[in-house]
């Protein structure tokens, strides 16, 4: 079994899928893109995260055919990129996106106040970073 299909496996076997269109485009990312040079775990805990919605989803989407296209041989565009988008965030979504870049980063994740996140935006994080504990273990 490939990597991506084991993760896969391990991640709907411990039920970390909100749903099944969460489940549906965390499958299309991983099975379109697994084979560039650029798919790493780190990129992999990000497609968990971005599968959340729809709306995240198509900005990575959106990303990734832009890499593929551009023949990225790793993150670091995407990484920049991300940093960019964090700073324009209004609201605590700011955190969402300094998670994945702590993905990409292979870094540890922290909030130094969590009481000051939205509930809903606070339980996607945990979520994720159960996630990415799961598919370190893979």
């Not at 593929?68 to 990484?79: A, D, F, P, V, Y």
């Not at 130094?112 to 945990?126: F, G």
Request: with cysteine; aromatic share 12%; hydrophobic share 35%.
């Amino acid at each position: 079994m490939k990597w991506k299909d084991e993760c896969f496996a391990a991640l709907d076997r411990e039920k970390m899928f909100e749903n099944s269109g969460h489940r549906t485009r965390f499958k299309e990312l991983t099975d379109c893109y697994c084979s560039y040079p650029f798919f790493t775990r780190g990129l992999c805990k990000c497609m968990y995260l971005s599968a959340w919605d729809e709306e995240h989803f198509c900005i990575m989407l959106e990303e990734l055919a832009e890499m593929s296209l551009g023949k990225e041989k790793n993150t670091k565009e995407m990484r920049n990129k991300g940093e960019i988008i964090a700073e324009e965030q209004k609201d605590d979504e700011y955190y969402v996106y300094e998670l994945s870049n702590s993905f990409l980063d292979d870094k540890p994740f922290s909030i130094d106040d969590p009481a000051k996140i939205r509930p809903e935006i606070r339980y996607i994080i945990e979520r994720a970073q159960k996630a990415a504990e799961i598919i370190d273990q893979i």
